[in-house]
């Protein structure tokens, strides 16, 4: 009791980080939740646009209409921000609609629309929609048709519409954020078990402590297996309290069956991360290093397997290193958990075999992890 | 004796290695990795080519604009938007299972459905071009249908509707900058971290000269040489290293990163200069104003340089835009966001006026942190330590 005691004491005075890690990994996942509503019916994407209507006239206000109906209409942006608002990607495109478009289009005298885009498929997908308007509206005006009829038949026209129908019973949008929210687990699990047990041994491995330690009447056995079950407990009441801070963000679909497997990818990954922070505190590194280690293995590892960018951005290069490592099992199950739409065996398979990898890294960590441990002894003896 | 110290200074600064390698290599190794997640990113949000299927069948071999229409989308060439499968239900059902298309195209009585797993840009790109095809077929049937007695055949009457519909008399032009990569802004706002960092070598260095807070620091307070030479000597010897962290820092992103810094390295370097200047001047005052010890002094300065990059859009780009445009004296205030605006500018604008405002905005926050630092360092006195 009094090694679990003295553990708890330095956890406690180390707690700061630990804090902030959790911090990190609420205020992220509290962005990503806030973005989307949740769905199992389909949902057209629509882009930013903002219009400057410069021609109030029949035709511009069924243009603009048919925009309003296929995108999303921004008005909050000044007209000296346009370039700002484009790269901050808080407007996709910006069509200016010069005055007197509509004489000039009824005339077919070369009318011209300017517009500005954010160089990404938002965008391209802003022009397809303003494209469609005038070619449609072209065309019957090419085939000789009055301004009235031009704008009736082309309304007519763009109202028909496609049925979609998905094949996922899954609520996948939901699921993306259940799997974006342990995706970052992989950042606050490296960063705070690592610093938390690295530390906590850091000041159980001092030089003067081992001496007071071994000359005491706690028998050195029972003192490791205390050490062990603290550093367990500890680790076991980090996954918990993650698992929980789940529960309470994303809400129901954390009952289902891939709630369940989110749970378990992420238990056997904690396990990974002990094994870890095990050997970095039997390392016996200067307490100051430990802070560049932990930066470099947590931040390294969750930005090339992708924690914080999907791992579907990354270059397929980073994704070949990033098969060396353990997180990229646990990101990558994540990531099947999301897609799996019916649970049998097939589907199950992948998931297994990345747990089996994630197990088989924690056991190479545990061989080495004893292997400096013999050699720390004898180096006393 | 002044460069004898600023000597000594600067030896003592490079043989700690902590210091070192928080000021002159973590920021490389986070743009190392800055660089392996977010290359690929502009390119990912450009619209590539959609995979799909259509369903064979009868209603499909009637329909011959509709599968035209497909089969010339997936052609190759530089405008091409789909690659087309034409196969089976089952097969298609699988492909999709297996998220090797993003969809399906069924032609039934009622007109053409569409099958997909997600909803998504692909997904909406692909039943807005359905619908397309869908809508021109109307325009031709409906126009045929009121032109059946004129003088015309009706594939005459079609192929010049479909030379309509494929080009249009409206030219769209296109003024969109070349400059609009935001996954610019991490980069730039790392550059303001390792400025701002820099104030660690400034926390490290009064640390040295101050007598409650090192042995070094009791010594050189009752040696002869006048206070204001070692603490100018050691400012100097700081700025040398962190000018170094951040030239290196510049270097190692634009040249091998690619990182696009604008094209006038003049001005990219004089921020460089500024912002070195603001965060070295903040840690001398942190050292000075505040009475603790050097690991608080240090996570003063880590968790401003923080929440200061966090705000100036290191980890959500957009939060920058976010904050100058609904609470812009935040960032008024804040020398990360200073430093990033400045890179911003000479990325994007032609003009230099926001570049200029950045620069004066820094110099004035380093002067009045370093009057503030001079005030409180001057005529220290300790009775007893």
């Known amino acids: 009791m009094i090694v679990f005691k003295t553990y708890l004491k330095i956890i406690n005075k180390r707690k700061w980080p630990i804090i902030l890690y959790t911090v990190l990994l609420i205020v992220f996942g509290s962005i990503t939740i806030s973005t989307s509503d949740d769905n199992i019916n389909f949902v057209a994407s629509k882009p930013d646009v903002l219009i400057v209507n410069n021609d109030d006239s029949a035709l511009t206000r069924s243009l603009v209409n048919y925009l309003e109906e296929n995108t999303n209409i921004i008005d909050t942006v000044k007209l000296d921000n346009v370039d700002d608002a484009l790269f901050y990607r808080e407007v996709n495109y910006v069509i200016y609609i010069p005055s007197d478009f509509e004489t000039a289009f009824m005339n077919d005298d070369n009318p011209s629309i300017t517009v500005k885009g954010s160089g990404d498929y938002y965008a391209s997908f802003g022009e397809i929609i303003l494209n469609r308007y005038l070619t449609v509206a072209n065309t019957y005006l090419r085939l000789g048709y009055d301004k009235e009829d031009i704008i009736s038949n082309t309304e007519s026209v763009l109202s028909n519409k496609v049925d979609v129908s998905l094949i996922n019973e899954t609520d996948t949008t939901t699921l993306a954020k259940v799997t974006y929210y342990y995706n970052f687990t992989n950042y606050s699990i490296l960063a705070g078990l690592i610093y938390a047990i690295s530390i906590v041994m850091f000041s159980f491995n001092k030089k003067m402590i081992c001496y007071r330690t071994e000359i005491s009447s706690l028998n050195k056995t029972k003192y490791n297996s205390y050490l062990l079950l603290s550093n367990g407990a500890f680790a076991l009441l980090l996954w918990f309290f993650y698992v929980l801070l789940s529960f309470i963000m994303l809400g129901s679909v954390m009952f289902s069956i891939s709630g369940l497997l989110y749970m378990i990818n992420s238990f056997f990954f904690v396990f990974f991360a002990l094994t870890l922070a095990l050997l970095l505190g039997k390392l016996k590194l200067d307490k100051n290093a430990v802070g560049g280690i932990i930066n470099v293995i947590a931040l390294g590892s969750s930005f090339l397997c992708g924690a914080f960018v999907p791992a579907a951005y990354l270059p397929d290069m980073v994704l070949k290193i990033a098969h060396v490592l353990p997180s990229y099992y646990f990101i990558n199950n994540n990531e099947l958990i999301k897609d799996i739409v019916t649970f049998d065996f097939g589907s199950l398979l992948p998931f297994v075999i990345n747990i089996l990898i994630m197990i088989g890294f924690s056991v190479i960590v545990i061989l080495l992890t004893n292997g400096i441990g013999k050699k720390n002894v004898n180096t006393n003896e | ?385």
């Open chain 2, 1 to 385: 004796m002044f460069k004898h110290n600023i000597i000594y200074s600067f030896k003592l600064l490079i043989k700690n290695k902590v210091l070192i390698f928080w000021t002159l290599f973590f920021p490389l190794i986070l743009a190392t990795f800055f660089h392996l997640a977010f290359s690929n990113i502009s390119d990912s949000e450009k619209l590539n080519i959609i995979d799909i299927a259509i369903i064979e069948n009868e209603l499909l071999d009637n329909n011959s604009y509709f599968k035209e229409s497909f089969v010339y989308l997936s052609s190759s060439n530089e405008n091409q938007l789909f690659d087309t499968i034409f196969t089976t239900e089952e097969d298609a059902k699988e492909l999709l299972t297996n998220n090797e298309i993003v969809g399906y195209i069924v032609l039934n009585g009622d007109g053409p459905s569409l099958v997909v797993k997600n909803s998504d840009i692909n997904t909406t790109i692909l039943k807005y071009v359905i619908e397309e095809i869908n809508q021109n077929s109307i325009i031709i049937n409906n126009t045929l249908e009121s032109s059946v007695n004129q003088n015309t055949t009706i594939n005459d009457i079609s192929n010049q509707i479909i030379s309509y519909l494929s080009s249009s008399n409206i030219s769209i032009t296109d003024q969109s900058s070349d400059n609009v990569d935001y996954m610019m802004l991490p980069f730039y706002s790392l550059v303001a971290m390792t400025a701002l960092y820099g104030g660690i070598l400034g926390v490290a260095m009064i640390n040295y000269f101050l007598a409650n807070m090192s042995s070094v620091g009791k010594r050189v307070s009752v040696s002869p040489t006048k206070k204001s030479i070692l603490i100018l000597s050691g400012v100097i010897a700081s700025y040398i290293i962190q000018l170094l962290g951040i030239s290196l820092l510049m270097f190692y992103t634009s040249v091998i990163l690619n990182i696009n810094y604008g094209s006038n390295v003049f001005l990219v370097f004089l921020l460089g200069l500024v912002g070195s200047l603001a965060g070295l001047s903040f840690g001398i005052a942190v050292s000075s104003l505040f009475k603790v010890n050097e690991d608080t002094k240090t996570g003063i300065i880590i968790s401003v340089t923080m929440l200061g990059c966090f705000l100036s859009g290191m980890m959500i780009s957009s939060l920058k835009y976010i904050i100058d445009k609904y609470i812009p004296i935040v960032n008024l205030f804040n020398p990360a966001s200073m430093i990033t605006d400045g890179l911003y500018s000479l990325y994007c604008y032609d003009n230099f006026n926001k570049y200029w405002f950045d620069i004066m905005s820094l110099l004035i926050f380093s002067l009045l942190l370093i009057l503030l630092s001079i005030t409180s360092l001057r005529r220290q006195k300790y009775d007893s330590i």
